[in-house]
C-alpha cells in the first residue's frame, strides 16, 4: 500500500474505483462489457447484467480498506487493458530494427505534456472538455513496454451518430399522444467520444504498428485520414534522420493472408467474402465466435460443388486465448471488386476481443 492510499479515506478510494469504472463504460463499444464482467468475476468481484447494476453493486459494497484497493486497483488495471487492446484497426509498416529503435527514443518529442489530453491521461476528458477538443491526435504520453517496445498514446476526439429505437411506453402522456399510430419510432443520438490511438515501435523485429482506436463507427477513409496524419507527423520527424521524407509509406498488405487464413486449419472462420468462377458473390458467415464456418455443410457442399476455385477478398477468423475464456478475432475486409486482383491491397487488419496483451499478441502473431 502506498502513502496516497494510506492517507485516502475509503470514500475517495471508492470515488476512484467508480472514477475507472465510469470511464470502463465510456469504452464498452471497442471493449466489451462480457470480457469486464468476465475479469471481475476471476478477481472475485461484484458483477452485474449491465452496468448500471454494476455501478450500484459497486457504490454499496461494504468491504475492508485492504480489499477495496485490490477492486479499485483492478478495475484500474482493466481499464488500461482496454487502451491496449480494445477493437483496433492495426497496419504495420517494416523498417530497420536500427530505425524502429531511434524512432522509439526520439518519439517523446513529439508529445504535448500541457495540453488537456496529456493532464488528464489516462482517463478521459470530461463531456464538456471533448466537445472542445481537437479532431487531429495530440500526442500525449510514451509507454515503454517489458519486451523492449515503446507505445506512444495519441488522443483525439471522434464524433459519432447512433439511431436507437425509442420504447413508446417509457414516455409521457402528451409524447405518446404526440406519436399515436406510430409502430416504430426512432431516435437519431449524435455525440462525440475520446479516442485513445497508438503508435508501437518495435525494434526487436523491425516494425512500427499504428493503431486506430474504434472507439465509435468509423469508415475505410476514417481509418486512411488518421493513420496518415500520424504518418505524415513521423516521417516530419524521422525522415531527414533516416534520409527519407517518406519513411513511414505503404504499410504491409493484409490481402494475401485471406487466402493463407481460410487454409490454415487452426482457428475458427466466422466469415468469408468470396467471388466463385460461376460468377457469384459470396457474403457468409457463422452466428457465433466459436462456430467454424469451414465445418458448416451448406459452405462445405458449396465448395466442393466448384471444386475450391474461388477468389476470397475478406475473413474474419478467432482463436482461442491461452485461457480459453476468449475467441480474439481478426477481420480482413476487402472488396469483391478487388477479389483475384494480383494489386489487390487491405492496409489493416481490425482486431477485436482481446481481454489483455497477450491475446492481442496472439492474434499478431497469426498474421504471418
Known amino acids: 500500500m502506498n502513502a496516497r492510499d494510506q492517507s485516502a479515506t475509503e ?4 470515488k476512484e474505483l467508480i472514477q475507472y469504472l ?16 468476465s475479469r471481475l468475476r476471476a478477481m472475485k468481484m461484484p458483477t452485474a447484467q449491465g452496468w448500471q447494476p454494476l455501478f ?15 477492486c479499485r486497483d483492478e478495475v484500474k488495471a482493466i481499464y488500461l487493458d482496454s487502451l491496449l487492446v480494445g477493437t483496433r484497426a492495426v497496419s504495420v509498416f517494416d523498417v530497420s530494427p536500427e530505425e524502429a529503435a531511434h524512432a522509439a527514443a526520439g518519439i517523446g518529442a513529439l508529445v504535448e505534456p500541457q495540453s488537456e489530453f496529456a493532464e488528464r491521461f489516462p482517463l478521459p476528458l470530461s463531456e464538456s472538455k471533448i466537445r472542445r477538443a481537437s479532431f487531429n491526435g495530440v500526442f500525449c504520453n510514451v509507454l515503454e513496454h517489458e519486451d523492449g517496445s515503446v507505445r506512444v498514446f495519441v488522443c483525439s476526439k471522434r464524433a459519432f451518430r447512433t439511431r436507437e429505437a425509442i420504447d413508446l411506453n417509457e414516455l409521457d402522456g402528451h409524447a405518446r399522444s404526440a406519436l399515436e399510430g406510430y409502430d416504430e419510432v426512432i431516435g437519431v443520438r449524435n455525440g462525440f467520444v475520446q479516442a485513445f490511438d497508438s503508435i508501437v515501435f518495435r525494434p526487436a523485429i ?25 504518418t505524415n507527423r513521423l516521417n516530419g520527424l524521422f525522415g531527414e534522420k533516416f534520409g527519407n521524407d517518406k519513411w513511414l509509406l505503404l504499410p504491409r498488405n493484409f490481402f494475401p493472408l485471406i487466402a493463407k487464413l481460410y487454409a490454415r486449419q487452426d482457428g475458427f472462420v466466422n466469415s468469408l467474402g468470396h467471388a466463385t468462377t460461376t460468377n457469384s458473390i459470396k457474403e457468409e458467415r457463422m452466428r457465433g465466435r466459436a462456430s467454424d464456418l469451414r465445418r458448416e455443410q451448406f459452405h462445405e457442399k458449396g465448395m466442393q460443388a466448384i471444386k475450391g476455385d474461388t477468389d476470397e477478398y475478406s475473413i474474419r477468423k478467432g482463436w482461442r486465448s491461452a485461457d480459453e475464456g ?23 487488419a481490425i482486431i477485436d476481443g482481446c481481454s489483455d496483451e497477450a491475446d492481442f499478441d496472439m492474434v499478431m502473431g497469426k498474421l504471418v
Open 11 to 14: 470514500a475517495q478510494l471508492k
Open 206 to 230: 523491425g516494425v512500427v504498428e499504428i493503431h486506430i482506436d474504434i472507439s465509435c463507427r468509423l469508415t475505410r477513409d476514417d481509418f486512411a485520414k488518421a493513420r496518415n496524419f500520424y
Open 22 to 37: 465510469e470511464a470502463l463504460r465510456l469504452r464498452q463499444e471497442c471493449y466489451s462489457f462480457r470480457i469486464v464482467n
Open 56 to 70: 450500484e453493486k459497486f457504490s454499496e459494497m461494504a468491504v475492508s480498506r485492504e480489499r477495496l484497493i485490490e
Open 326 to 348: 476468449r475467441i480474439p478475432t481478426v477481420l480482413i475486409s476487402g472488396h469483391f471488386a478487388v477479389a483475384g486482383g494480383p494489386e489487390s491491397r487491405v492496409s489493416y
